[in-house]
C-alpha cells in the first residue's frame, strides 16, 4: 500500500482547497508579503535583560535565627547557605552564600548596618546592610578548627568564635583578622580533668562586667574566664550536657539547659553547686528521687522584667512518654508554666526585648519561633500568649505547590474584589498589637500595574495573590474539595481512587480576568467550573456531569517513523462531522463481566452546599472509569466566558462542555478531529478481551498520572520513574503496575531522567496522542473562509493543530435552550514536537485576545430591563460587514517543544518558522505584551530563556539561565506580561524574575531599603550609688587587650582573609555609629599607610640607586687613583 504523503501538511503548504483552487500559490506568497510589510516590529534586543527580581515565601530548610532590637530587622539562614532578611510587611531581602554551606549562626551588627554569619565550612562572613542588595565586605576561612559558636557584644568590634576543639580565638570585624589573644581549652578547666571538654556550645560576657567571659562546654563544664588576667575565676562543673547558657541581666546568676530536660540555675561566686535545679517537664516524684530525665532543653532564655517576676523561656525538655505529642515552646513566668504546642519542630527562637543593653531590665515583649516550615510571633504582654497575625508571604506551602499561574496587567477592579472577598476568610484571635519586625522602608513604585499570581496545591485548595511592585500578598484562598465527600481514614477511601494521596491535587488552572470564569483540572480526572459572586449563595444539588472517555485504534498504516513516532491514537468510530450532545450519568459500577465501570474517582455531595462570597461551583465535570480501565489524568484545558464552554483533554481524546445548559458536547478520540485526513492511518477498535480484572491496579494509560499538561515530545520524556509497569497492545498482554505517584511525590520533584532503555520502545509504542494545548479563538477556521468565526484549535503532543468549527446561537434566552454545535473543520497543521501554546495576531502584529464576557455579579435577581438588554445583546458570533475585505487577515502563533511557527490566516501559509532548539525542548512558551508588543517568550530544559519578535519570529534574547533540575521548575514555570516570569524555586519559595531591560534598570529604585538611621537607645543610668561604690556595668578596653600591638599576631595558617565583593565601597557607604566611625578611621589608616609605604618604596628606590652610583664611582677612583694625568 502506498504510503501516506505528510510532508505538505506537516508545513502547512498545501496549495488551498478545492473550493478556493483559483488563487495561485504565486499571488498568495505576494498577498503574504505585502501583508508583511504593514507590520511594523518595534522589540529589539536592548529591550530584554535578564536578572532576578525578588523571592518570597517561607526560607526553605531555615537553620539559624538573628534579630537587631534597634533596627527592628529579622534575619533567617538556611542549610542551603541562603539568608533572607525581613523588615516592616513589604520589606524584603534574600542573598546568597556563594558556597551553599549551611549557615550555624548570624550575629546582627547592632544599629550598624551589617550582620555577621557564621557557615558550616568554617567560613564567617560580615554582610553591609545599608545597601539595598547586601554584600559580603569580608570573608574569614578557619583552615585547622571547626565554628561551633559565635558571640559579639553590643557596641564591640570583637567577635569571639569558639571551635570544636574547645578553644576560642577572637576577630577584628572591622579588618575581619584574627588577634593574637587566644583562650585555650586546657587553660579555662581544671588542671586535674584528664577528658576534653568538647566543643565550645556557648560564649556571652558578663553582662555587668565586659572583662568575664562565660564559656560553656558541651559536656557540661562551664568557665568564668577574666579577659585581663588570663586565667578562670570559676568553674562550674555538671554531669549532663550542656546546650544552652542565659544570664540574669543583673551578672550575678546565669541559667544553664541540659541534656536530660533540666535547668540549672547558678549562682557566679558559688561554683560548688547550682542554686536550683529544675525539670520543667518532669514528673513530681516524691521521697527526693531524681526525676525521670525528659528529652533535651535545646534553649533557654532568662528574661527579667521591672515589675513581676523574670520570663524563662525555653523549647524542648518535654518527658519521654509524651509520644506524638508536637513541638512546645515553654514559657515559664512566676508560678505559671504555659506549654505553647507548634505545628513543626523548633529550629530556634529569640526572645524580643525593649532594651539592646544586656545590663539592663529586658522588658520582653514577643518571642520570635523559627519552625521548621513557619514563622510564629508569640506576644508575651497578653493573656493567654496570643500569636500575632504574620503579614508576610510564608504561607505558600501551606499545601504542596502543585501548579503556578502568573497574569500581569489585571483589570483593576480585580485585586480589590479578590480582596474583599479573602478578607472574610480571616482567622480570629490574633494579638491585637501591631506586627514588631517593622524596619526598613519600602522602595519607590514609579510605576505599578495589578499582578496576581495563582497558586494551585495539593490538598485542592487555590490560593489568589497580590503581586503588584514585587510585593506578594496572599487576597483570596478557594477549598476546591469541598464539593466532594471525603473519606475519614484511609481504609474508607473509595476504590475508585487512581493516586495514593492527594486526590484533590490541582493540575492545570485557566483562569479569565476579565469576566472572572476560573476553571480548575485536578489529578482525579476532574474539572470544576467556578463563577465569581460577592453574595452567599446555598446550592441545593451541585451540578454534576460525567464524561466516558476512552477509545483505541488499530494501525493500518502510518507515516515514515522517521518523520512522525508511531505513537497510536485512542478513538471510535463514530462520524467526526455530526456530534450531538450527550452526557453520561452514572448508571453502573462494573460491567457484565465485573469490571469497574461507569464510576468516577470522587463522590460529589448529595447534600446542600453553603458557597461563601468569591468563587462559586457552576459545574463539576468527571471522567469514569471504562471497563476497568480508569479514566485517564487531564492534560489540557481552557475555558470561555463569552461562549460558555469548557474544553479538557487527555491521552484518550477530547471532551468539551457547554457549562451554561450543563451538557457534553464533544466527546472524541483524538483520531476523530483528524476524519479521513489521519496521516497515522489508524482506526477505531473494539475493547480488547483480553483484560485482567484491575483490583487496584493501573495498566499502562495510567503512566501519564501527574504530567498536567506537559511536556511529551513523544513520550521519551516520560520520567521513568512514574512507569513501574508496560503494557503491549500487539501482544495481547497486560502487567499490572503499581497506583500513580501523587503529585506531590518526592519521586517526581527529584527525577527527570530520559533514559534510553528497552522499555521505551514499549512505552513510545503504548503511549497515546495526548492533547497537549487548547486555545478559543475567533479566526478563519478553513482557507476558504472570508471571516473569522467562533472556534477552538487543538494542539496534540505529536506537534498536530487541529481547528474545531464552533456554531454558537444568539444571546439571551435563546442561548439557554438552542445547542452550540461543534464541527471539527478539516484544517490540519504540523510542527515538530508536542505543541504548547497558540496565539492570534491581527494585520498590525497585536495581540487578539479571545472573545469574553465581562463580570456582573450571578446571583442578583435581574430586573426587566436588564432581561431586555440581555436578550437584545448581540451573539458572539457575529460575522462581519460584507464590505470587509478578504485581504482583511491575521496570524496565528504557535508554539511546540521544538520550533515556532507563524501562520497566515486564512491562506494557512507558513509565514515564519523558527526552530527554537534541537537537542533540548521547550517547557513553557507564553506569547506576551511587552513595551506595547509582542513577543514569544520561552524556558528550555536546558536552561535557556529565550524571546523572539512576532511575527517574524527574529531572536531577541538567549540566556543559559537555570537547567531543568526537578519536576516542580518544569510544573510551575510560567511568563506573563510586562517582562514578568516565576517558578517555584523550592518548596516552599517563589523566584520572580524578570526579562525586560526597562525593570532591570529600575529594580534598585523599587527594593526596599533593610537599613535606616535610628539613634541607639540611652544606656541604662547607673545610679547614684552604683556610681559612687562601683557597682554598675564595668566596661573594658578590648582594643587594648586584643590588639595587635599587646596580643601580637595570629598565626597565619588559623585562618584566611578573603575580601568580599562589597569591599572599601561598602565600609564608605557606612553613615554613622561606633563601628562606622572606627571603620572610616581605619580606612583613612589604611589609605594614609598605603601611601606611606608607596613613599618607603620610592625612598628605597632612590637609596638603591645611590648606593649602585657609589659603588661604580668607587670602583672609577680605584682604577684610576694611581695614573697620572698623562696616562688617561
Known sequence: MRKFNIRKV??????????????????????TATRENDVQETLQSEHFQLCKTVRHGFPYQPS?????PVQ?????????????????PGVECYC???????????????????LVSALADDTIHLWNLRQKRPAILHSLKFNRERITFCHLPFQSKWLYVGTERGNIHIVNVESFTLSGYVIMWNKAIELSSKSHPGPVVHISDNPMDEGKLLIGFESGTVALWDLKSKKADYRYTHDEAIH???WHHEGKQFICSHSDGTLTIWNVKNPTKPLQTITPHGKQVKDGKKPEPCKPILKVEYKTTRVGEPFIILSGGLSYDTVGRRPCLTVMHGKSTAVLEMDYSIVDFLTLCETPYPNDFQEPYAVVVLLEKDLVLIDLAQNGYPIFENPYPLSIHESPVTCCEYFADCPGDLIPALYSVGARQKRQGYSKKEWPINGGNWGLVTRSYPEIIITGHADGSIKFWDASAITLQVLYKLKTAKVFEKS??????????????????????SWCPESRMLCIAGVSAHVIVYRFSKQEVTTEVIPMLEVRLLYEINYIDSPDPEQVPPLPTPGTGSNPQSIAPQSHPSTSSSSSDGLRDNVPCLRVKNSPLKQSSGYQVELVIQLVWVSGEPPQQITSLAVNSSYGLVVFGNCNGIAMVDYIQKTTLLNLGTIELYGSNDPYRREPRSPRKSRQPSGGMLVMASCMCGLSNLYSESVKKLCTSYITGLCDINEGTTVQEDRCKSPTSDVRDNSFSRSRSSSVTSIDKESREAISALHFCETFTRKADTAPSPCLWVGTTLGTVLVVALNLPPGGEQRLLQPVIVSPSGTILRLKGAILRMAFLDTTGSLVPPAYEPWREPNVPEDKEEKEKLKKRRPVSVSPSSSQEISENQYAVICSEKQAKVISLPSQNCTYKQNITETSFVLRGDIVALSNSICLACFCANGHIMTFSLPSLRPLLDVYYLPLTNMRIARTFCFTNNGQALYLVSPTEIQRITYSQETCENLQEMLGELFTPVETPEAPNRGFFKGLFGGGAQSLDREELFGESVAGKASRSLAQHIPGPGGIEGVKGAASGVICELARA???LDERGQKLGELEDRSAAMLASADSFSKHAHEMMLKYKDKKWYQF
Not at 547557605?81 to 516592616?88: E, H, I, S, T, V
Not at 549551611?102 to 551588627?109: R, Y
Open 64 to 68: 539559624a535565627l538573628a534579630f537587631d
Open 96 to 114: 546568597q552564600h556563594d558556597s551553599g554551606a549551611a549557615v550555624i549562626q548570624l550575629q546582627f551588627l547592632i544599629n550598624e548596618g551589617a
Open 10 to 31: 506537516l508545513d502547512g503548504l498545501t496549495a488551498g482547497s478545492s473550493s478556493s483552487s483559483s488563487a495561485s500559490s504565486s499571488s498568495q506568497q505576494q498577498q
Open 244 to 246: 544552652s547558657v542565659a
Open 1082 to 1084: 581605619r580606612l583613612a
Open 72 to 88: 527592628k530587622i529579622l534575619g533567617i539562614g538556611t542549610q542551603t547557605g541562603a539568608l533572607r532578611l525581613f523588615g516592616r
Open 488 to 509: 475519614r481514614n484511609k481504609d474508607d477511601r473509595p476504590s475508585t481512587d487512581i493516586v495514593d494521596e492527594d486526590p484533590y491535587a490541582i493540575q492545570i488552572i
